[in-house]
């Protein structure tokens, strides 16, 4: 069942950003920890970040530190995943995860998105 919803991906040159956000539908939440991964052409699907659920603790995978900023807005009930110097590597299907974690999600989030597709061009 899909209980979260993405958007902000596209198409965007080498060096550029991308602000990708997500949604829950029909519920709240604000007490999970969420998180994103991501799945590239002939690739399986890898942790990005994830982000405790009042916001104070975050995680991110080697590739992308220094680049990507997970956060939340609790009040919105929205995280967010902001995508600086952007590179064609990126490039894959990004899905929004929460779990039943207060810390970060796990490998096997309870809660998934549809996903998202962010192409970077060279």
């Known amino acids: 069942q899909v209980q979260l919803v993405e958007s902000g991906g596209g198409l965007v040159q080498a060096g550029g950003s991308l602000r990708l956000s997500c949604t829950p539908s029909?519920?709240?939440?604000?007490?999970?920890?969420m998180g994103w991964f991501r799945q590239g052409p002939g690739k399986v699907r890898e942790f990005v970040a994830t982000?405790?659920?009042?916001?104070?603790?975050?995680l991110y995978a080697d590739s992308v530190k220094g680049r990507f900023t997970i956060s939340r807005d609790n009040a919105k009930n929205t995280v967010y995943l902001q995508m600086n110097s952007l590179k064609p590597e990126d490039t894959a299907v990004y899905y929004c995860?929460?779990?039943?974690?207060?810390?970060?999600?796990?490998?096997?989030?309870?809660?998934w998105g549809q996903g998202t597709q962010v192409t970077v061009s060279s």
């Open positions: 029909g519920r709240t939440f604000s007490t999970y920890a």
């Open positions: 982000i405790s659920w009042n916001g104070v603790s975050t």
């Open positions: 995860a929460a779990d039943s974690s207060t810390v970060a999600v796990t490998s096997t989030p309870k809660y």
